[in-house]
């Protein structure tokens, strides 16, 4: 079955840790994204890559990293420098990215983190 | 820049009602513009998609025409079941910029 993976769907860390989100598709689609969401809010982009070794900031980039090694993973690390991490975390591809101007994003089920 | 604007609160309606989600966009150009449902617990699911203006999509039941003259991409469902109760949020992609700008979303709650 071809999708994008997420693990694991629950996570808790201790305040000051940094944690990496995993982030896996099999979909051979050259985009990937990270988002994040609060609770009565809609999603926030924080980094998105439209190739291997490219990634851009999102609109709430400040405290994450992420990196693009291989075509099929985009791992999102949670530093100790996001100041409010606990929320809900959901990973995105899309086959084309820029290169078609009506490409459509496909989500994965999503993390939950929960600072403690 | 490039927004989008859901009608505020919950939705609350009984079985085999008709549903409407009234959803607005701001953006500069010829955007695309989607539905989404995030059932609890759950990613986001793509619902229906429109990428020109007067397309309808349509899913499951599901219906949104794109509306460039009121800038607007309602969704509407004839007759929701139970199973529909989820948060349904409203997106577009500006043309040639894949950054989705997502509405708040809304919660549907569907009574027997």
């Known amino acids: 079955d071809g999708g994008i993976t997420q693990s694991p769907k629950y996570l808790f860390r201790k305040e000051g840790q940094n944690v990496t989100l995993s982030c896996e598709q099999n979909l051979n689609h050259d985009a990937m994204y990270w988002y994040r969401q609060d609770p009565g809010q809609g999603l926030r982009l924080i980094y998105y890559?439209?190739?291997?070794?490219?990634?851009q900031k999102g609109d709430i980039a400040e405290g994450y990293s992420v990196s693009r090694e291989k075509k099929e993973s985009f791992p999102l690390t949670v530093t100790s420098a996001q100041k409010n991490p606990t929320a809900f975390y959901l990973c995105?591809?899309?086959?084309?990215?820029?290169?078609?101007?009506?490409?459509?994003?496909?989500f994965g089920p999503g993390t939950r983190l929960t600072v403690l | 820049g490039n927004s989008v604007t859901q009608m505020e609160g919950p939705v609350t309606l009984s079985e085999e009602a008709f549903l409407t989600i009234n959803c607005t966009y701001t953006?500069?150009?010829?955007?695309?513009l989607f539905w989404y449902v995030q059932y609890p617990g759950e990613g986001l699911q793509l619902l229906l998609k429109?990428?020109?203006?007067?397309d309808k999509g349509s899913n499951k039941g599901f219906e949104a025409t794109y509306r460039k003259e009121t800038t607007s991409f309602h969704l509407e469902k004839g007759s929701v079941q139970v199973s529909d109760s989820a948060v349904y949020f409203c997106a577009l992609r500006p043309y040639g910029n894949n950054r989705l700008a997502f509405g708040k979303g809304n919660q549907v709650v569907v009574i027997p």
């Open positions: 995105a591809s899309s086959p084309r990215g820029l290169a078609e101007p009506t490409d459509t994003q496909y």
């Open positions: 429109a990428t020109k203006a007067d």
């Open positions: 953006a500069t150009g010829y955007p695309s």
């Open positions: 890559s439209q190739i291997v070794n490219d990634f």
